[in-house]
């Protein structure tokens, strides 16, 4: 028999954690057909794998490439450190659905950013778009919470009637119906913010009929993570749901505390709880440049919160709560609380690009006023729109809750390319660099001169470091024939040189493809051939295993 590709002579890490073998692969009609030790495949394409790692693909538990892959479909920036499959509407945000004023207005604007029109309005119709125009890679989609409040409610701080909590318990079963994988929340994030404990237990009893997914970004990761974990164990233990902790390592104000939120999962799951978590390699997070305001300015969105920082008196109310927080609020905050501007760079903006790359500190220096009044001018100036990074994580958390055996990979970042329009600005990193990087600095224990605050340890066998990668967020996901290198699965399958695997993009210069990627194929074809991006679009929008569209 003929097959479409046969890998010869390849290092199989497999993706269950055992250890590695020698073997040879066959593909046909983009699954794996067969595989043998000793017995060599004929077909079409053959590819000698000798010395390399032939590993599953490497499924992104955690990325926001809602927006981007209808700009550029090919998601280079993701297939070319090896991911084949990455999991979108994380944080409580997703592109649908749309419905209501506020909710298209909000929409609207947004695309226009990357210089799309909205012509979707459900999840369903979402999701055929991005089917029907062709993406590179495979997409597992959440739908967000934040998106859902907003079409219901907007902005407003409260908790919903009895009518807006239906008609949002409607729209998630109809995304769930249409093809969600489950919700996400962002608890820190308007409006999310706004949702009481008793909300989001009652949503996700609508996603436990399906046994679907609720991934968080948790009410608090810095002083109060241990509160917020407790609470998304108590959400997912009264709405008997499936939890995945959202980029779990403690931000600042709680660093050390994952030995305690790792000690809360372990004691959730020997009570049936099925909880587990995701996080990222690197020591500095992204987000966008209005979420250091406190809630209150950022209730009522975008014209309430121009308006509020217009009124230079409120402004003084405005840095008092920075300063004090009653409440703490996303991982840059505690830098601010800690004036420790000169941590948070600007990354992203329309209208002042001259000033990417540098701090808030430098920019308010610059400019001659304090550092605040630079933050509230510059949100005036972009209309509240823009990113930033802040450094605000901590090694040791990073390595503990790496370890830990229910954590898993998730970039946290977007599928981009180094070309028009991503290159008007400086995204994460991690957007390009992820996956090799978890390889690069656990695995192999090689640190990065060049890459800020970077370290390295050599602390994860690579069978490990591929389970995180591949069979774990496949098995969270219910994606049954997809994760392993076994026969009957879907042929998603990187090829990579351990040797010479390494992250290269930087927070200065982010546009950098990994290295070491020989060859990624994605449902049977080629998305990288020889270290080259095939720009064909054989991704898929995957179906979670309950859906009635399968």
Known sequence: ???????????????????????????????????????????????????????????????????????????????????????????????????????????????????????????????????????????????????????????????????????????????????????????????????????????????SKYDGLYATHIRGERETIVEAVKEAVKIAEKAKVKLQISHHPAKIGGWGKSKITLKIIEEARSRGVDVACDLHPYIAGSTGLSTLLPPWVQEGGLEKIMERLRDFKLRKKIIEDMIEEPIPGPGPCGLVKRNMWDKIILVSCKRNRVLTGKSIKEIAELRGIDPFNAYFDLLLEEETAGSIIGFYYNEDDIRRVLLHQCSMIGSDGYAISPKEPFTKSMPHPRSYGTFPMIIRKYVKGVKRNDLWYDSAAKILRLEDAVRKMTSLPAQRLGLHDRGLIEKGFWADIVIFDFANIMDTATYLHPHSYSKGIKYVIINGDFAVFEGKHTYKKIGKVLNPPFSLNK
């Open 1 to 207: 028999m003929s097959y479409d590709i046969s890998i010869n002579n390849g290092i199989i890490v497999d993706g269950t954690g055992n250890p590695w073998y020698k073997g040879n692969i066959a593909i046909k009609n983009g699954y794996i057909a067969d595989i043998s030790r000793h017995r060599k495949f004929k077909a079409d394409v053959l590819i000698d794998a000798s010395g390399l790692i032939v590993a599953p693909g490497f499924i992104d538990m955690h990325s926001h490439s809602d927006y981007t892959l209808l700009v550029n479909p090919y998601a280079e920036s993701k297939i070319m450190q090896g991911v084949t499959t990455e999991v979108i509407g994380n944080c409580g945000s997703s592109a649908a659905p749309v419905k209501g004023e506020i909710a298209i207005k909000r929409m609207k604007r947004r695309l226009k950013n990357y210089g799309l029109n909205l012509s979707w309005r459900s999840f369903g119709e979402y999701l055929e778009l991005l089917q029907r125009q062709g993406i590179s890679i495979n997409i597992a989609p959440l739908v967000g919470h934040g998106q859902i409040r907003i079409c219901v409610m907007g902005y407003e701080a409260r908790a919903p009637t009895e009518n807006e909590l239906e008609e949002m318990k409607k729209l998630l079963d109809e995304s769930l119906k249409m093809g969600a994988f489950g919700m996400s929340t962002g608890l820190v994030y308007p409006p999310g913010r706004f949702a009481k404990t008793e909300e989001i237990i009652e949503l996700c009893k609508v996603i």
